[in-house]
């Protein structure tokens, strides 16, 4: 069992930063491909960016060139640093885990609570 719990969720201006961290226990997380998901009042949830165990990581378009994914596996932690927030960007954060590489919700075994992002424009 993996257990996440993320924070550093917040209310920021437009044009603004905050970074998410997700802190992981029970099991290292060192082989696992970690994601960042996020949702909107009544929208489904959509992949936000994922670190796969390798290194490799790979962004929503919506988030390309301003959010960034990093991993200290040391602290058994990951983050998301995002830049240049967009109203767009307002939803609940939350990250997950996965034996898999996907960017499919479902495909992700373990889940944090999630973190609130609210962009005011």
């Known amino acids: 069992q993996v257990q996440l719990v993320e924070s550093g969720g917040g209310l920021v201006q437009a044009g603004g930063s905050l970074r998410l961290s997700c802190a992981a226990s029970?099991?290292?997380?060192?082989?696992?491909?970690m994601g960042w998901f996020r949702q909107a009042p009544g929208k489904e949830r959509e992949f936000v960016a994922l670190?796969?165990?390798?290194?490799?990581?790979k962004y929503a378009d919506s988030v390309m060139g301003r959010f960034t994914f990093s991993r200290d596996n040391a602290k058994n932690t990951v983050y998301l640093q995002m830049n240049s927030l967009k109203p767009e960007d307002t939803a609940i954060y939350y990250c997950?885990?996965?034996?898999?590489?996907?960017?499919?919700?479902?495909?992700?075994?373990?889940w944090g609570q999630g973190t609130q992002v609210t962009v005011s424009s």
């Open positions: 997950a885990a996965t034996l898999n590489y996907s960017r499919k919700w479902l495909d992700y075994d373990y």
């Open positions: 670190n796969r165990w390798t290194g490799t990581k």
């Open positions: 029970g099991r290292t997380i060192s082989t696992y491909a």
